[in-house]
């Protein structure tokens, strides 16, 4: 049996609205919009014109700086608009969807035939690179390096984030190819991360061709970051790839039927919600096809692709992101907070900390409706040790992040900035007492490293 | 309370740049946001966020001080009775509401003197720099007079006070950058600018003393102890002036705030509760000083080092340095292992001044400061180690 590492530090933020094991259909989106924005980091050159046609698979941009790496329509049909913002910088394609998807076939690597280079040359030409990022840097991985092991978690613990037990239940010969394929992609092992705290789906248990590593404790413990932390740690200049469970289940997918078919389930989630459910849709979306009709309150409230803690803020008329498997949608905190009612003297029964200044801790069971308020103004540090409460890593956090503040390279390297991606310092954001901005801080130290040394 | 938010949103546009009272505007917006959390939402990153902030956790500094100050404005008042019958017995728990007004005539100015200037000059400085004004001096500003003896003059808890906000704090960026504790610039300041206030036998007693009266403390005695001319006889004769019951419920003579260790571990009690203090350099701190004092018995070469250890925690400011000073996070060791060390330094140095120099009877102010100098220093090894490991990996990789 796999061994399991206990993770101490953490924190499971416990919210309303988590989805219920139904899956239903999505409506067919309109409109599907890929956005070079997804992939941070990513200048993108068009390969397609306002007005061409396109097959589900039809390469749209390719990576200026990489041009091997293409990223294909999720959907046939036709371009629609290519929206730019300043400095004429691409925002998104958009793409008219037909009533029914046509795919484009190309020829498919069999990986237990297949050389290594046939397997890597199959999936870039298939658009479906980019689901395969890397770390350092978290960005999509770069084909020319060789990882010295791919990484993949079987459960995700973020906050109301989807049960991958019940999303892949059923796909095993999918998951299972989508592994034969990444093992072609590496020297090393391809790890799946276990859930240690449950008993998982069969998906998981039998997969084969893996080295299984059980890790229980709470978020982040289902995060990639933690888990290649405590079983095999980056070193500067060594390259970990990564890749999410369902979208390995998408890769498996097209080496069995050769279809680029992006199709997944998706959780909506939040107390905003009025019956959080599964949907099956495509990634690149209209959210209205997902979110319409199904919030309570549609005014005021916050529409997110992806979890609480690090997805992107939409509305009604964006789009769901290209790796999201989820949508929360949470109330808006746009309110001021008397002092004595709702405010920082207040009893607080209603508000969810860490710390033991609220009397969250008193309540284990509860769910909390949270909305978006700041719940305080922007200050220097002042608390010391709090973030070190919610990040299992063996990395100083405050440190880290003040050298990213100071864009102090030699120091970031050696607190250890090669291991982490934004989103390990979710929770770190999540219970400063000073209200920074932390994952933006660390992006920028990363964006500033890979700019200066790589 | 739509009332007060419609007022404070009607004067809002007077504040705001290019309104009439621009100037004053962060003096509105430390008002406008004391009263209500303001409506900023999040934009990227966590969209959602605890529910701590600044305020609160300084509140509850403030709030474990209480005990302290209450206890500190009785005391006073007892003192100032002693010293005025000349009579070192006089019963400590009779004429208790004579006593507790004194004490709260000589102490509320002083806290509302350090407040004053505190804010005052906060408030001038943010303006001049444009930055909101920060909660940090909720806290300083209860300290400061908890520090002082009773009878500096309320002209000096102004000077030290803005002297610590404008050089301790605002030169350095404000709350959170600075690198030593407020509350013992402002102490420190006094105790060298003006030693004749800050020490000795004549500023712990409220009002005038009666003749041939004595108002040392128990470091002032046992400083004596070394000296040519002692004031009590040996270990036994200050063991019998202040018993270790005394001292532990603060029914000696001291500064304002620091007598009762028993006032200072009710506020530890909620600091720890709270997750606010830190618990580590607590225990650390009184370890440290308690090792020390255990080290000073066991050579015992002179009368002062003679005294039982224990002593050192309950009298003096070390239960208070321990709990109220050595654990601001700005100028403590910000990590685990490093506040072990920071705490247990900070006690063993505390001591270590009280029994052999001669020229500071109390060294808890002094060992505080000096730790905050070091802190970064502790830090920086423990930091270091953690690199190491790093190092060490990719060799071995």
């Not at chain 1, 590593?213 to 740690?233: E, L, R, W, Y």
């Not at chain 1, 308020?373 to 608390?383: A, K, Q, S, T, Y």
Request: proline share 5%; glycine share 10%.
């Amino acid at each position: 049996m796999s061994k399991t590492i206990s993770l101490k530090r953490g924190l499971d933020i416990r919210l309303v609205g988590e989805a219920e094991k139904i899956t239903l259909d999505a409506p067919r989106s309109k409109f599907y919009a890929v956005r070079p924005t997804d992939f941070h980091g990513l200048t993108p050159k068009m390969l397609v014109k306002v007005g061409d046609t396109v097959k589900a698979g039809s390469s749209i941009f390719q990576d200026k700086y990489n041009e091997s790496v293409e990223y294909a329509s999720p959907v046939s049909g036709k371009i629609h608009d290519i929206v730019r913002g300043d400095k004429r910088r691409i925002l998104s394609v958009v793409i008219e969807a037909a009533a029914s998807d046509e795919y484009e076939m190309k020829n498919v690597a069999h990986p237990s035939s297949a050389s290594a280079e046939e397997v890597k040359q199959c999936l870039l030409a298939s658009g479906l690179w980019p689901l395969i990022k890397q770390r350092p840097f978290d960005i999509v991985a770069d084909p020319v390096q060789t990882p010295k092991a791919i990484y993949v978690s079987s459960f995700d613990s973020a906050p109301l984030a989807p049960d991958y037990d019940y999303v892949l239940h059923g796909m095993q010969a999918e998951f299972q190819m989508g592994i034969d394929v990444l093992k072609k992609l590496t020297a090393g092992a391809v790890h799946l991360g276990m859930n240690g705290k449950s008993k998982q789906d069969e998906v998981f248990v039998n997969a084969q061709n893996v080295t299984k590593t059980a890790f229980s404790g709470k978020h982040p413990a289902g995060n990639v970051g933690v888990q290649i932390h405590h079983t095999n740690p980056i070193n500067k200049g060594e390259y970990v790839w990564v890749v999410n469970a369902q979208d390995l289940a998408i890769i498996g997918r097209y080496f069995l039927t050769g279809k680029y078919d992006l199709t997944k389930l998706v959780a909506l989630t939040g107390s905003e919600v009025k019956a959080p459910k599964y949907y099956r849709s495509l990634p690149c979306a209209q959210m209205s096809t997902l979110v319409e009709g199904n919030t309570k309150n549609e005014a005021d409230e916050r529409i997110i692709s992806g979890n609480a803690l690090c997805g992107s803020q939409e509305s009604i008329d964006t789009y769901l992101g290209f790796y999201d498997n989820q949508i929360t949608v949470l109330p808006e905190g746009n309110q001021m907070k008397f002092l004595l009612t709702d405010g920082w003297l207040s009893p607080g029964l209603n508000k969810f900390s860490n710390s033991r200044l609220y009397p969250t801790f008193l309540f284990p069971g509860k769910k909390y409706r949270l909305d978006t308020n700041l719940n305080g103004e922007d200050r220097g540090f002042v608390v010391t040790g709090e973030l070190e409460k919610v990040f299992p890593f063996d990395i100083y956090p405050m440190h880290l992040v003040k050298a990213a503040m100071t864009e102090d390279i030699d120091s970031m390297e050696s607190l250890g900035i090669y291991e982490v991606a934004p989103e390990d310092f979710a929770l770190c954001e999540f219970v400063c007492t000073s209200k920074i901005n932390i994952q933006d801080e660390i992006r920028a130290g990363l964006d500033l490293i890979k700019r200066e040394c790589f | 309370m739509k009332f007060l938010e419609k007022q404070l949103k009607k004067l809002e546009p007077t504040f705001a740049k290019g309104g009439k009272l621009e100037k004053l505007h962060y003096v509105y917006d430390a008002l406008a946001t004391f009263a209500f959390t303001p409506a900023t939402t999040t934009t990227r990153g966590a969209h959602i966020r605890d529910g701590v902030d600044l305020k609160r956790t300084m509140f509850i500094v403030v709030l474990a001080l209480i005990p302290a100050l209450i206890f500190g404005m009785y005391n006073t008042g007892h003192w100032h009775f002693v010293a005025e019958s000349g009579n070192w017995n006089l019963p400590y728990w009779e004429q208790m509401l004579d006593k507790f007004l004194y004490g709260a005539i000589k102490v509320l100015p002083m806290i509302v003197v350090s407040y004053g200037v505190g804010l005052g000059v906060e408030f001038i400085f943010c303006n001049i720099k444009g930055h909101p004004i920060h909660e940090g001096f909720l806290v300083s500003g209860m300290l400061i007079p908890l520090v002082m003896p009773v009878e500096v003059p309320l002209w000096m808890v102004g000077v030290a006070t803005g002297f610590a906000v404008l050089i301790g704090k605002e030169v350095f960026g404000g709350t959170g950058m600075n690198i030593v504790n407020i509350a013992l610039t402002a102490r420190a300041f006094l105790f060298f600018a003006y030693p004749t206030k800050m020490s000795g036998d004549t500023v712990w007693m409220g009002g005038k003393e009666a003749d041939g009266f004595s108002g040392a403390t128990f470091l002032g005695d046992a400083q004596s102890l070394i000296s040519d001319s002692p004031t009590v006889e040996g270990v036994s004769g200050i063991m019998d002036k202040y018993s270790f019951m005394d001292s532990f419920l603060g029914m000696i003579p001291g500064s304002i705030g620091e007598t009762s260790a028993l006032a200072c571990l009710i506020g530890a009690v909620l600091l720890i509760a709270t997750g606010v203090g830190s618990l580590r350099i607590m225990l650390s701190f009184a370890i440290g000083g308690l090792a020390t004092g255990y080290l000073f018995n066991a050579i015992g070469v002179n009368a002062y080092m003679d005294i039982p250890a224990y002593m050192h925690l309950v009298v003096g400011g070390f239960a208070f340095g321990a709990i109220f000073m050595a654990t601001d996070p700005v100028t403590a060791a910000q990590t685990a292992s490093g506040k072990i060390w920071y705490g247990f330094f900070g006690g063993m140095l505390a001591v270590l001044i009280r029994v052999l120099n001669p020229a500071y009877p109390e060294g808890v102010m002094l060992a505080i400061l000096f730790m905050n100098i070091m802190a970064p220093l502790i830090d920086h090894y423990v930091v270091q180690a953690n690199i190491n490991r790093r190092l060490k990996r990719l060799k071995v990789a």
